[in-house]
């Protein structure tokens, strides 16, 4: 079948199962355009290209397949820079396809040439430029494959607009993936499987660290069995939340910069760390030559160059996370750990009562308070997308996630405005599902110009923006480090609601505690996207704290009281 | 000093990506060499980097995860030859020429061309030895010089061979 280079695009996509494509048209891409109106492809049109990354990404992350996004040459493609890296530092397999100048034009700095896949090289797990229509469907199948096999991550696929025009034979068969042949490795040997058998079935203060990796490699029931086999409590990076049910009493929660103390104590105490799917990140570890001094550690892990990255490891289980537990898994002891579960316990101290929950209201609302609401009035069931700061780890605190993919948020790089339009690219995913943003007043400005997307797309999803009039996280380090030195933090937006109102969508301002609870059922209940402006406590800071570089067992804890109480313009 | 072989896709924008990969990394390359290999598809690398065990792990391993490399191996702890080509053009005048000769000859170097006022020389051998010749050829002058860059190899039945077999995969 002889077809043009769009349209080849365009069919392979939709062979590849794609439904949704998220991108915004320009010269260079045209040809695709045109394609994209006669094909099967739904187009969902952004504001800004930096959006279609983080909605491919928001796609991939709640559907575990892979996010496509699209956009020009030159200022279309460097938009995508963001989201690309994000996608990167996290893993995320989506696929980004930018139109390029005709390839007799290139490196003659046309309008709107940009050396994209010389810019996004480091950013990306591979990229490609396709010069020949011919090229095409080869180079879409093997993006796809790349993405999102082995450790994830985003692909470029650089197309020529002459590529784009030329007519060529479509041929999916022979264009099936041709990638160059990797050295088969031996990922670990006998001795080393046995000894990570030893160190588990003899450990005695055990701890697993769980990360993505194991939700990437789709591990969540062979993981729950080992856990509950050894009787091994879980602490969970930022991403790894969701990988086990939060209800369960030998989960954790979440470890590092912000964890619960005494998960970090614990973590400090343990003879054994089993690291899963993670990659011992300076958020998780604070000071490294303080970090878990006491405990051997086994890494079981896909990516090879993970392994003594960061933190040497006793026993290194090289490959996904699934196949790997499932070997381990005949080999573990049934254990009951009842004296370590018992300590562990006894390490929770007063921790719930130091906790903002438990404190009588005082007429003021809390961040705390109003993620605790939004988790109990879901049941536990949305999808939280979140943006970067105190928001952020408030959620990843009051938020009790029972289900994998459930909590969607840039861990890695911490991107800023990725919240508003990874979740509409989640809802994309997962149509049937209660999909909520959760932002601070700084980040949704970042990226609020989805607004529109939303609109036009005639999507529901709930944004509640926690408004504390700074860009909070920041103000926090200024705080604690910069002695209350609140410089370029305090932050003037415009009135949310009103500004929901002039997209088109419901927006609504809550000041108190009491309203809270109504406001999300009556939102749940609503066919339309609502937008919440909660005006909460200006000063609150997110506890306890590791300070970056400091070591996991000096911890910055919330004060018993009295509680910060700076008056919020109503 | 870490010494990598590594077998890549000869293809452009290759070398832009082993290189970017050792620049991410922050480690130091001391010299790269690429050339091709009996089979016109693939190049073999020869890196020779700054850095220590754990640096040329972190480089080897993610080099691997290029889609382009094929194979990345550290060789520095096992037994293996390094070369290195020098070609270095000194002054020469009828008074020093023998001498020059003399010290040419116990270097095992050959004179490839011969002008009124210099010559060059051709050496190959360890980055030592060419670091000799050059010291007791300093006095003379040395007016330019070209190295190639270290190319390596495993000894006798340690064979570093690349991946050849054309993987076809129709996973997606």
Excluded at chain 1, 229 to 243: H, Q, R, S
Excluded at chain 1, 310 to 322: F, M, T, W
Excluded at chain 2, 131 to 156: H, K, N, Q, W, Y
Aim: proline letters at 5%; aromatic letters at 6%.
């Amino acid at each position: 079948m002889k077809l043009t280079g769009a349209q080849i695009l365009c069919e392979s996509l939709t062979k590849l199962g794609v439904h949704d494509i998220f991108g915004y048209p320009g010269g260079a891409i045209l040809p695709v355009y045109d394609a994209l109106g006669s094909s099967k492809l739904h187009h969902v049109l952004v504001r800004h290209e930096q959006g279609a990354t983080h909605m491919a990404d928001g796609y991939a992350r709640a559907s575990g397949g892979v996010g496509v996004a699209m956009a020009t040459s030159g200022p279309g493609a460097t938009n995508m820079v963001t989201g690309i890296a994000t996608a990167m530092l996290d893993s995320s397999p989506v696929v980004c396809i930018t139109g390029q100048v005709s390839s007799k034009l290139l490196g003659s700095d046309a309008f709107q040439e940009i050396d994209i896949t010389g810019i996004t090289m480091p950013i990306t797990k591979h990229n490609v430029i396709v010069t020949r229509a011919e090229d095409i469907a080869r180079a879409v199948r093997e993006a796809f494959l790349i993405a999102n096999s082995g450790r994830p991550g985003p692909v470029l696929i650089d197309i020529t607009k002459d590529a784009q025009q030329a007519i060529a034979e479509f041929d999916w068969d022979a264009a099936a993936p041709k990638l160059p042949p990797k050295r088969a490795r031996v990922n670990y040997d006998q001795a080393e499987f046995d000894r990570a058998v030893a160190l588990l079935n003899s450990a005695k203060r055990p701890i697993i660290l769980a990360g993505r990796g194991i939700m990437l490699s789709g591990a969540m029931r062979v993981f729950d069995k080992f856990v509950r086999t050894a009787n091994i409590p879980v602490a969970m990076t930022l991403l790894g939340i969701g990988c086990f049910p939060a209800s369960d009493p030998l989960n954790l929660g979440m470890m590092g910069m912000h964890g619960e103390a005494w998960v970090n104590t614990a973590i400090q105490e343990a003879d054994l760390l089993i690291a899963i799917g993670m990659r011992f990140d300076d958020r998780v570890t604070g000071d490294l030559r303080t970090y878990a001094k006491n405990a051997r550690k086994i890494h079981i892990e896909v990516d090879r160059s993970e392994i003594n990255k960061n933190v040497p490891v006793d026993s290194a289980l090289i490959g996904d996370a699934g196949e790997t537990l499932a070997k381990l898994l005949p080999a573990v002891n049934v254990r009951e750990h009842g004296d370590w579960l018992a300590h562990i316990k006894e390490l929770r101290g007063d921790s719930a009562v130091r906790d903002i929950q438990s404190l009588p209201d005082n007429g003021h609302l809390y961040a705390a308070h109003v993620i605790n609401d939004i988790w109990k009035e879901t049941h536990g069931e949305a999808i939280v997308v979140t943006d970067v700061g105190q928001h952020q780890m408030w959620e990843a605190q009051y938020y009790h996630h029972e289900k994998p993919r459930s909590l969607i948020t840039s861990g890695g790089l911490g991107t800023m405005g990725f919240a508003l339009p990874a979740a509409i690219g989640a809802k994309f995913a997962r149509p049937e599902a209660d999909v909520w943003v959760v932002v601070g007043d700084g980040g949704f400005q970042m990226t609020m110009c989805e607004l529109a997307t939303i609109v036009q797309e005639k999507i529901k999803i709930n944004i509640a923006i926690i408004n504390n009039g700074f860009l909070g996280m920041v103000r926090q380090w200024q705080e604690f480090f910069y002695d209350k030195r609140y410089v370029a933090t305090p932050l003037v937006a415009p009135d949310f609601a009103a500004l929901a109102n002039a997209f088109g969508i419901r927006g609504e301002r809550i000041s108190s505690r009491a309203e809270v609870a109504p406001a999300i059922r009556a939102a749940r209940a609503s066919k339309e996207t609502t937008l919440f402006d909660f005006r909460v406590e200006q000063e609150d800071s997110v506890y306890p704290m590791v300070a970056a570089g400091a070591s996991l067992s000096d911890m910055i804890r919330r004060p018993s009281s009295p509680l910060v109480e700076t008056a919020t313009e109503p | 000093m870490q010494t990598i072989v590594a077998y890549v896709e000869n293809k452009p924008g290759v070398l832009n990506r082993v290189a970017s990969l050792a620049r991410r990394l922050a480690i130091n390359i001391d010299s790269l060499t690429v050339g091709p290999t009996e089979n016109e598809a693939i190049a073999r690398m020869t890196i020779v980097a700054h850095t220590d065990e754990k640096g040329a792990h972190r480089l080897e391993s993610s080099l691997e995860k290029l889609v382009d490399v094929r194979l990345a191996e550290n060789i520095t702890e096992r037994a293996s030859l390094e070369r290195d080509l020098a070609l270095i053009k000194v002054l020469a005048d009828q008074a020093n020429r023998p001498h020059l000769m003399e010290l040419i000859k116990v270097f095992r170097g050959r004179v490839i061309d011969v002008a009124p006022e210099s010559l060059i020389i051709e050496i190959s051998g360890t980055v030592d030895k060419i670091d000799g010749l050059l010291e007791v050829l300093r006095p003379f002058g040395v007016l330019e010089m070209a190295r190639s860059g270290r190319i390596a190899m495993t000894r006798g039945g340690d064979l570093l061979r690349p991946p050849v077999d054309e993987q076809v995969v129709t996973a997606a």
